[in-house]
Every structure is written in C-alpha cells, then in structure tokens.
C-alpha cells in the first residue's frame, strides 16, 4: 500500500465511474483498476461493486476509504504544520453536507458573516440526497451532516448509521407541514387534510436509485397522487411551487427572506409522524471547532428568526410554519 493508491482511491469516490475518476487523476484506466486489484487482494477485501449506473463501495470499501481519508488528511496537516513556507497552516476548515433545508443555507451564510475578519479558510457547503450526505461523513468528505428521521424511517436509518459507525444528534422534532404557493386554493386554511392534497401535484426530491426510506419528505402512505414531479434541487422545487399550484411536504420552516419565493408553509390536519432534524458524525472522530461553530450558529440562526421556539403557535401565512421544539444537545 502507499499512499499514492490511497489517494486514488480518495478521488475514485468523488467520481461514478472508474474512467471518469482515471481522467481526473490524469492516469490510464487500467492502471486505476491495477490499484483497485493490488489493494483488494493486499486486503483481502472487495472494495468496488459494479452496476448499471456505474460504481460503488461495498462496506468494506467504505470502511477503507474512511481509512483513506484519515491518513491523507493527517498526512496533509503533518506536511502544512512542518513546512515554514506554507502559509495555510492556520486555515480554517469546513465541510458540511445537508438535505436540501432552507435553514441550513440561512445559518451558513449567518456564519460566513462571523469570519469576516479571518484571513484564510476553505469552506465547502454540499446538498444532496440522503445517502449522499452519509457516504459524504462516512468518507470524511464533510466533516457534518445534516438529514433528518422519521418514525417511519427511523429503524432503518438507525441500522444504517450504526453500520456507518455515524452518531446521530437531534436538534429539533417537528410536525410536517405543505409547502405551497402564497395564491393558492387552499394557502388560506390553518391546517390541510390528506384529502384537500390528494387533487394537486406532489413534487418531491428524487432519491433515485435509493430506497424510499432515504426520502427527504414524511412519507405518507394515504398519498397517492395522480400528479408526480420529482427534481434533483432546492431552487427548481420551490420554483416549481411557486409557479404552480403542486406542494411538497416538509419541515415548514421557510428562508427568512421569503422575497424570491412566494410561498407559504401549511401544518398538516392530525400528521401520523414526526420528523426529527439532527446532525451527524463519525462516532471516533472528535469534531473540529469550526463544525461546532457552525452547529451553534445553526440554532441561533433558528432561534433568533422566530423561526423555532418552545411553545410557539404556528404563525399566519405567509409567514406561517409548522410548530416545532428545539432539542438541547451537547457536544462530545
């Protein structure tokens, strides 16, 4: 093993395909899929699984390239902290993974403002869905994540989290609430049924290939709507909602400047399930002070905009949310 094959493996993770990954690294094809061999047979472990939309780790692999990264990343701090002419050896870093969630963005631009006077730091803030964000934390590729578990979803996610050797903290639990456009038919009413939903169009995040119980949405089995519309990020989903007269149903908590967006959030008549908002981490790695900065600033953001309080009513449209309740936590 060297640390030249750990590295490839690092940027094969980056990448659906094996070819693709070659080109990044400016190498022949066979010669990555020689390294991939070497360290599956010095490890005695398969490392890729092949399929039909390209590649991936198996959970061995995963374990490894979390290996991978860890090495690289120390052999990246060691090389910065002893060589006099490197001047980012006090660079900040960040790297967060989230679901696609409004009050994710709202708090990381609330902490970009509080770095203003730092001189040096590389800050990386991904959206993507749910496995996405945990193969991201489980690769060290962010050192947080951000997703959220349903009762529905909570056995499976718990058995993958723990298989991941991921730790789960919960910030808040809430009631889901429908997204709609302001004008709406039916933005006017406090609360909304199954059966007021069930004639408009649905749209959602795409999963893919993943499970439904990867979902970003509270998975209601009562709906089956006629209508479907699926899309892969934030900005064409609510201006979809915007523009039309589909839903999606989420979090209820909307951007503090709701001016781009003329949308309303709508708490749901008697939800059968409530949605706990939370971030994770691997359970051996201490977390960096700037992650913790950033999860501090995320309830501060939360709680300075109104937007969650214990006890708090829903408001009224079209500022209205779904009432939620913070969860204290502490850190490791």
Same mark, same amino acid.
């Given at each position: ?14 990448? =659906? ?42 959970? @061995? ?21 002893? =060589? ?9 870093? !960040? ?16 902490? !970009? ?50 298989? =991941?050797?991921?730790?789960?903290? @919960? ?36 999963? %893919? ?60 008549? =008697? ?15 201490? !977390? ?7 999860? %501090? ?34 850190? @490791?």
């Amino acid at each position: 093993m060297t640390l030249q094959q750990l590295y490839y493996i690092v940027e094969l993770s980056k990448h =659906n395909s094996i070819s693709a990954a070659a080109e990044a690294l400016f190498i022949a094809q066979p010669s990555l899929s020689t390294t991939i061999k070497e360290l599956e047979k010095e490890f005695h472990i398969t490392i890729l699984e092949r399929n039909r939309h390209g590649i991936t780790f198996t959970p @061995e692999g995963l374990e490894f390239l979390n290996y991978a990264n860890h090495i690289i990343e120390q052999t990246t701090n060691l090389r910065e902290h002893f =060589n006099p002419h490197q001047p980012s050896q006090n660079k900040l870093r !960040l790297s967060i993974s989230s679901q696609h969630y409004m009050f994710a963005v709202d708090a990381f631009t609330d902490y !970009l403002q509080t770095l203003a006077k730092k001189p040096q730091y590389a800050i990386t803030f991904r959206e993507g869905r749910t496995s996405q964000v945990i193969q991201d934390v489980v690769t060290q590729r962010s050192q947080i994540g951000i997703i959220f578990i349903s009762k529905m979803t909570q056995k499976f996610m718990t058995r993958t989290l723990r298989k =991941n050797r991921l730790k789960f903290t @919960e910030l808040f639990s809430y009631p889901p609430s429908v997204f709609l456009q302001a004008n709406h038919p039916l933005a006017q009413y406090p609360s909304l049924s199954i059966d007021q939903l069930r004639p408009y169009p649905y749209i959602q995040y795409t999963q %893919e290939e993943d499970s439904y119980q990867f979902a970003e949405e509270v998975v209601i089995p009562d709906i089956k709507p006629d209508r479907e519309i699926s899309t892969t990020d934030r900005s064409t989903l609510f201006s979809v909602i915007a523009a039309t007269d589909a839903y999606t149903i989420g979090t209820g908590i909307l951007f503090r400047d709701g001016r781009k967006w003329p949308i309303v959030s709508i708490p749901m008549k =008697n939800p059968l399930d409530i949605m706990r908002v939370g971030w994770i981490k691997l359970q051996e790695t201490p !977390l960096p002070l700037a992650a913790r900065a950033y999860i %501090e600033q995320l309830e501060k953001t939360l709680v300075n905009s109104h937007v969650i309080a214990e006890d708090q009513p829903a408001k009224q449209a079209p500022e209205r949310i779904a009432q939620s309740v913070i969860t204290k936590h502490q850190f @490791e």
